[in-house]
Structure formats: C-alpha cells, structure tokens
C-alpha cells in the first residue's frame, strides 16, 4: 500500500512548482481556470491507486458475493421486465489486462451493473424557461455544472423523457463531446436529458462513488479512447461500453477507498489554492515593482526601484507572466528615454526631422509625390509624458515613406494556386516582433500585382491592424517578393535607421493601450489605418536611438538565456513528478 501523503509531503516543491497548464476539464478541482501539472498528477496517481487497490488496506471479504447479489438483482428486473438488456457474464483475460487487481476484488461488465438508460433522435426544441435540459456540456469531471442552462417545455418533457426517469444517487456518463465525463446526480429538482449523455442507474445503488472514481482514473479513461470510435468526435456507443469489464472491491472496502480519496482530493485542493493564492501574490508584487520603476520622479528615485528589483530579481522573475512583464517595462522605458544615459552632444531629433522634410520636398519638386497637407500639430494634451531634451513628438506618417505610405493588403486573396504563386503573409503570420513564415499561403501572380504598393521590399514595418492584434515585426530581405493580407498595415519608414526603435514602440505596452483605446468594429475589431498613421511616437536623436536598441536588444538577449535556463528547470520538475507517479503506481 502506497503512502500518499508520505508522498506529497515529501516532494512538495517538485508537486507545486511543476508549470502552470490550462485546465482541459480534467480533474476534481475546477474552481480556478489553470491547474498546477504536479498536483494534477497527484490527482491521477491517487485514483489510479485506488481502483488499484494500493491507497487502503484490504479487505478480508470476497467481492465475489457483491458481484452475486449485483446479478441476482439484474437477473429479477429482466424477470419482471424492468430491465430488457444485459452484458455478457463470462470475462477474459484480456478484458482485465488495464488494471491489476488485489485477489479478493472481482470483475463484471458494466452493463451488468446498472440500467443504461439514454435518450435518442432529435433533442427538443430549447426554451426561455421551463424543465432544465442537462447536456453534455453540463456533466463535467466528476461534478454536475448547471450552467449554461438550456430548456425545454413540459410537454416535450413527456414525450422526450419515455425511456426512464434519472434519481438522485444515479450516474451521468457522456459518450460523446467530450468522451468519459462522469457524475453523481445531486440536483433536488426534476430535470430532461439529452442526448450523448447516459443514465447508469445502479443495481446495487452503493456502488455509485467508487465507480465514479473508477471511471475518472486514468487507467478507465485510456481503456474507453481505446474502445472508442469516430473521426471528427470521438465517441463510444452505449452497446460497446455495456461490454467493457470493471474491478470491484468488497462495498466495505469500497467505502474506505473513497473516504481515503476525498481525504487526500482534499489536500491536493489545497495545496493548488495555497498555490494560486501564492502566484497571484507573486503578480502584484512584479507588477508593483515594476510599475514604480517605470513611475520613478527622477534618477535617484529610479535607481532606488531599480537596485530593489535586483536584489530581489531570482525570486521575482520565475513566471511567463513576470517575465513578460519585464520585457514591457524594459520597452515602456526605452520609450521614455529612461533606459539609456543621453550624451549632450548628440543632433537633437529637430534635425533628423528637417532633414525628412527635406527629403519629402525634394520628391515634390522632382514630381514623385504630390503637395500634401501638413498633419495638424501634436497638442499637449496629446502628450502622455513630458520628453527628454532633444526629444521630439512626431506622428507615425511623418516618419513614413510618402511614396509607398501607410496602407493594407489584399482584400481578396481568392483561391489558393495550386502549384505556383506569390507569398501573402496573413496576421497569423505577424507575431510580437516576429515573422512566423511556416504556414504561409500563396496567392496568384494577377492578385499580388493589383496590390503592388504592398509587394515587401525588405525593411518594412508590419503591424496587424484586424484579427491577431499585437503582432509586429520588420520585414527580412529574404521576404522581398511576398505580399500581405488586408488584416496587415504595411509601415514603410522614409529612414530605415529609424526602424528598430519604432519597432520598440509599436511593440510597447505605449502602442498597445492605444489599440486598445481605438479599436473600432463590433463583430470583428480592428485598428483605423488613419488612427495608426497619425499615432505619436516620442522620437530621440538618431545617436540615442541606436543606443536604446542596442540595451534592449542587449537585456533581451538575457532574457531569452533565463527563459531557456528556466524552461529547462520545469522539464526536469516535469519528468520528476511524472517519475514519482510512475514509481509509486509500480509500488517500488
């Protein structure tokens, strides 16, 4: 017999600091959205001993007389004709091969321990209010959800509900969307079914919380994805999963084995919440910290903030989150000039201004480009802070090329060619200051020139405006040639030197609150091509630009070493909880 608790207070750092994953509806606890993988495990590993028989001690009865009693009773419904069907009585030894069993546990098939009763065709028609409809969605992983509530009329319920009526101690088991999902019927008030879920309604009512745990192990749920069938929705049908062969204990001993799971469920409970309480207390924190930083008055009060982060900075920055974090504050930094120390010597950004109008108005007299109309000055109340000496505010179209400009892609990309044709990177494509060039579809030759103005060069800036928001990246030479989708804004810079720093402010937390603030649409949001080109960006001198590129640059760079150091850290945590459940379900 396996000692559990032994097991988690023993290993309690590599249980809870094993990574954080998404919930997939697996499990016993579902109060939070995200679940810790090591406790998770812990979750698998108990049930998995328990219909094991290794989480108590045995018992001295038989499980043979229970299995006796649970036939003689079926055998007397089939005689009074409560009961039309039953499963095969003779069980293989194949049939037993997913779960090893005590001696003095018996097997039977589940169709030969509880009345299935499901309901079949064309579920009713849902309603406003009226009798509670539980779908599929509603039975979850050891629990009933009440919500989403659906509905239908109570003379639907009549004729819908002529197959039996669910009670309260019955089990609800879906077979389909999702597959394996099981619960104890709770619900004190009068409910209809529907389809893809099936009623066990037991011949010996004791047996239902050990079957529930039974069904939940990951042993049972493994055996049902391989009995089940379908493409698209994986499912198994009610006559196949009569046939399959369950373990049953003695019901005393039974009885111990669920008191000892919701005993140690219990712990795992609190141990994720005692976690969750933890992680979130660890967010503030990291958003205090740092938000001080980039709110520091003046030097000494920013160098202040800054040596207490370092001081601190193993214990702060050990979270995707934290770490993302970081990388916001170090670009909100950059973008107010705080990253860098400014040498006073540098050409202020007035200059490298007066040189772009130079350059436009040379492309006006040379008939490249029309006369346009100046964009109207930048307000104070524009201004979200106070710049730097030598710091300009400029608007986004005042740096771009005149000739090409600010624009969007294809608005129809039509019918992908089959062999030949041109790159069109989609949002998808455009992540955080990266192109993601492995599902890039194609578009016809024709298509791609009736939008040349958008045919990538190399250097451009592209920015998602619709869809995957907060994607933008430069363009690399060796995607001159491609072309982009309408969901892109293409942002060519009349100076490419000033490329990576705007890339830095269109990439800031500065850029995405102002998407966020502009986003038009309703069904489907995007950002306005003319809120984007008259955007303002702080603009240092060309010299200081260089400068903050190569420090962030430089801090990412050791980012990326930290997330690498700690990425291989959680697979270690990882393999090392899944090794403790291994070892402790060998009994080693």
């Known amino acids: 017999m396996t000692d559990v608790k032994q097991l988690i207070t023993e290993h309690l750092d590599i249980w809870l600091t094993a990574e954080t994953e998404k919930k997939s509806g697996r499990g016993r606890s579902s109060g939070s959205k995200d679940t810790i993988y090591g406790v998770q495990k812990l979750r698998e590993l108990i049930l998995d001993l328990a219909i094991s028989g290794k989480i108590v001690a045995q018992s001295s009865l038989s499980a043979e007389i229970l299995i006796k009693d649970i036939l003689s009773t079926r055998n007397n419904k089939i005689s009074n004709e409560e009961l039309k069907t039953k499963a095969s009585d003779s069980i293989e030894e194949k049939d037993k091969n997913y779960i090893v069993t005590p001696n003095n546990w018996a097997w039977i098939r589940l169709g030969n321990v509880a009345r299935f009763i499901d309901y079949r065709g064309k ?115 009610a006559s ?5 062969a369950i373990p049953l204990p003695p019901l005393e001993e039974q009885q111990h084995i669920v008191e000892k799971v919701d005993e140690l469920m219990q712990l795992c409970d609190q141990l994720e919440q005692q976690q969750t309480l933890s992680s979130d207390a660890h967010a503030t924190l990291v958003d205090t910290l740092l938000k001080a930083l980039t709110e520091s008055s003046d030097a000494d009060a920013f160098q202040g903030n800054w040596q207490r982060i370092v001081a601190n900075f193993d214990l702060l920055f050990t979270t995707e989150y934290s770490i993302e974090q970081l990388k916001q504050t ?25 040189k772009i109008a130079g350059e436009k108005a040379k492309l006006i007299k040379e008939g490249k480009i029309k006369k346009f109309k100046p964009l109207p000055e930048i307000g104070e109340d524009e201004q979200p802070f106070e710049l730097l000496s030598g710091w300009e505010w400029v608007r986004l179209e005042d740096l771009s090329d005149p000739i090409r400009g600010i624009t969007y892609g294809i608005v129809k990309m039509g019918d992908e060619p089959e062999h030949e044709g041109i790159n069109a990177f989609r949002c998808s494509d455009i992540k955080w200051r990266h192109i993601d060039d492995r599902f890039v579809r194609k578009v016809t030759n024709d298509v791609s020139q009736q939008y040349s103005r958008t045919i990538l060069q190399g250097g451009e800036i592209l920015i998602n405006i619709r869809g995957t928001l907060g994607g933008v990246a430069i ?98 945590k990882l393999h090392l909880a899944d090794a403790l459940v291994a070892n402790a379900v060998e009994g080693v």
């Open 330 to 354: 170090i670009l909100q930094l950059a973008v107010m000039g705080k990253l860098v120390k400014q040498d006073p010597t540098d050409e202020p950004a007035s200059e490298l201004l007066k």
């Open 123 to 237: 579920t009713p028609k849902k309603i406003e209010s009226g009798i509670p409809l539980i779908t599929a969605k509603n039975v979850r992983f050891g629990f009933i959800d009440e919500e989403p509530r659906e509905f239908i009329s109570a003379e639907d319920y009549k004729e819908w509900m002529t197959r039996g009526f669910p009670n309260k101690g019955d089990l609800l088991f879906t077979t389909e969307a999702p597959l394996g999902n099981i619960a104890e019927i709770s619900l004190d008030y009068q409910f209809a079914l529907a389809q893809r879920v099936i009623c066990f309604q037991l011949h010996e009512p004791k047996l239902s919380q050990f079957l529930r745990l039974l069904i939940m192990s990951q042993k049972f749920q493994n055996k049902l994805e391989d009995e089940a069938t379908g493409m698209t929705a994986t499912g198994i049908k």
């Open 475 to 572: 363009v690399d030479e060796k995607y001159k040639g491609f072309n982009i989708a309408r969901e892109i804004g293409l942002i060519p810079l009349i100076n490419p030197s000033l490329n990576n720093f705007v890339l830095n402010v269109l990439s800031s937390s500065y850029f995405n609150n102002m998407i966020e603030e502009n986003l038009r649409g309703i069904a489907y949001k995007g950002l306005n091509l003319n809120i984007l080109s008259n955007f303002i960006i702080p603009l240092p001198p060309l010299n200081e630009q260089s400068c903050i590129v190569e420090k962030v640059n430089q801090l990412f760079s050791m980012i990326e070493q930290l997330q690498v150091l700690q990425s291989k850290l959680q697979k270690i």
């Open 240 to 244: 196949k999963l009569k046939e399959i």
